[in-house]
């Protein structure tokens, strides 16, 4: 350390009050150390005008918009009841574990959150994100399971660690996919650090890398934009599509005698059934029946 | 869910939690008091329209996020002027009058200097001293490292001594 190191060390040490009254000492010995002192103590005793917070909150309530438009793609009771599993959950794990938190969303469910540094964090049906709020401010480290979209604030770095594999952010939006059968890593701006079965490359705007069952990692490319209504899918297993369909709808498919081995590349939306199966379905030339909540294929 | 933002209660309650510091942050962003408060109401609108999005413990940092992008969205940013109110009573009652501007003196040159500052600068030196953040906590406000925030103050306090300091050497 060399001696301004440790000088600014010290006076760090001294404005936070946790000085030893050794380090203290020879800090005095300073030539700068009656002005700082002069500066602190002087400074230490302003204050602003104290704000009339009930007088400045009527105020406020003058500005606020009376009726509120978010949309949902739950039906109202699904929303409340799973809110509500997810608030209870929210408080029992602040309560068990303090400073370790965990998101999940349920079958049916999509939800956004905002981290504690602001970043976006939109997660698919039965997923869950973990993260620990105590070392935050230092690292960004989230673990996922399920699949998730990301937009990055600026910051120390951001990781997000999945089963068999990592992203490390250097600033951006991108998306996981960590289910079954399918690994996959797509950035939609920036740059991100990917790391799939021990396969490590930087990806760009329109990048992917993905892994269907055990096989190696392939580079893809997309110029899709993410879309929160939307899922997308490249080469993935149609089993794999099929089992996305049913968590984003609470449906029951039952393939029949169809292969699902075979590949699909497109999208569903995720806010109409019917819609998605055709989107689904026809594009892979598989005719269906749907009765209540179970789909046959045919 | 009892403690959502979307309820009034507890909106409100976190406007009682948040309002004042926040004002007082853009404050020494901006050196303005009353625009200080229509941008930290700005921040409130923005927090009640995200209600449902932003969870009870990320408030906080919702709020000083979106205060700063409003006020780096602000058209203008004037000369910065700070004006603060002392909280303490004069030392001792034989202050003579020479003492007395003197150390008017000395507050309006320190409120100068802290004016002339870089604005991160000026805002990690006063959040800690005025507001009695940690360290820790500014740099989650400010989105940096601890060790960013150091450097930051330690730099702001030699600029202050060096003014100081001329002041003191004009003087004799």
Same mark, same amino acid.
């Given at each position: ?13 001294? +404005?936070? *009050?946790?000085?030893? @009254?050794?380090?203290?000492? %020879? $800090? #005095? ?8 002192? &002069? ?8 204050? +602003?005008? *104290?704000?009339?917070? @009930?007088?400045?909150?009527? %105020? $406020? #309530? ?8 978010? &949309? ?19 408080? %029992? ?206 | ?172």
């Amino acid at each position: 350390m060399s001696r301004s190191d440790e000088k600014e060390d010290k006076v760090i040490r001294w +404005l936070e *009050d946790s000085i030893s @009254a050794q380090e203290l000492e %020879s $800090l #005095k010995s300073d030539n700068d150390f009656d002005t700082y002192d &002069k500066i602190i103590s002087e400074v230490d005793a302003w204050e +602003l005008p *104290d704000l009339d917070v @009930a007088v400045s909150y009527d %105020s $406020l #309530k003058q500005k606020l918009p009376h009726a509120k438009v978010v &949309k949902w793609y739950q039906s109202t009771s699904l929303k409340i009841a799973a809110s509500f599993t997810l608030i209870a959950l929210l408080v %029992s794990y602040i309560i068990l574990w303090d400073t370790d938190q965990e998101f999940r969303t349920g079958i049916a469910e999509t939800k956004e959150f905002i981290l504690p540094d602001s970043s976006k964090v939109v997660l698919r049906p039965q997923s869950s994100i973990k993260f620990d709020e105590d070392t935050w401010t230092t690292e960004r480290s989230i673990e996922l399971q399920g699949r998730a979209f990301f937009d990055v604030n600026k910051g120390v770095p951001f990781t997000v660690s999945f089963d068999k594999g990592s992203v490390k952010v250097i600033g951006t939006s991108f998306e996981v996919t960590s289910i079954t059968n399918l690994k996959e890593v797509v950035c939609y701006s920036g740059r991100v650090r990917a790391m799939l079965s021990g396969f490590a490359q930087e990806l760009t705007k329109g990048q992917g890398l993905v892994a269907i069952n055990e096989t190696a990692p392939k580079s893809i490319n997309t110029t899709n934009n993410w879309a929160k209504n939307k899922v997308y899918f490249r080469q993935a297993p149609l089993s794999v599509v099929l089992r996305s369909l049913e968590l984003h709808f609470d449906i029951t498919i039952k393939p029949q005698e169809v292969n699902t081995n075979r590949t699909f590349t497109g999208a569903f939306v995720i806010d109409n059934v019917d819609e998605a199966l055709d989107m689904v379905l026809e594009t892979m030339d598989i005719d269906y029946e749907k009765i209540n909540e179970t789909v046959t294929l045919r | 869910m009892e403690n959502s933002l979307c309820e009034e209660k507890n909106y409100r309650a976190s406007y009682e939690e948040h309002a004042k510091r926040l004002r007082n942050f853009l404050y020494y962003k901006c050196g303005n008091l009353a625009q200080a408060e229509d941008l930290m109401h700005d921040a409130f609108i923005r927090l009640w329209k995200n209600c449902k999005k932003v969870l009870p413990n990320s408030v906080r940092s919702f709020l000083f996020t979106t205060a700063n992008r409003l006020f780096l969205n602000t058209v203008e940013h004037e000369k910065v002027v700070l004006n603060f109110e002392k909280n303490t009573l004069p030392k001792n009652e034989n202050n003579t009058p020479e003492s007395v501007i003197r150390e008017q003196e000395f507050k309006k040159r320190l409120e100068d200097a802290i004016a002339a500052l870089p604005v991160s600068q000026r805002e990690v030196f006063l959040l800690n001293r005025i507001e009695k953040i940690s360290f820790d906590e500014i740099a989650e406000i400010q989105g940096v490292s601890v060790s960013a925030v150091h450097k930051k103050i330690y730099k702001a306090l030699n600029k202050l001594k060096s003014s100081v300091k001329e002041l003191q050497e004009r003087k004799i």
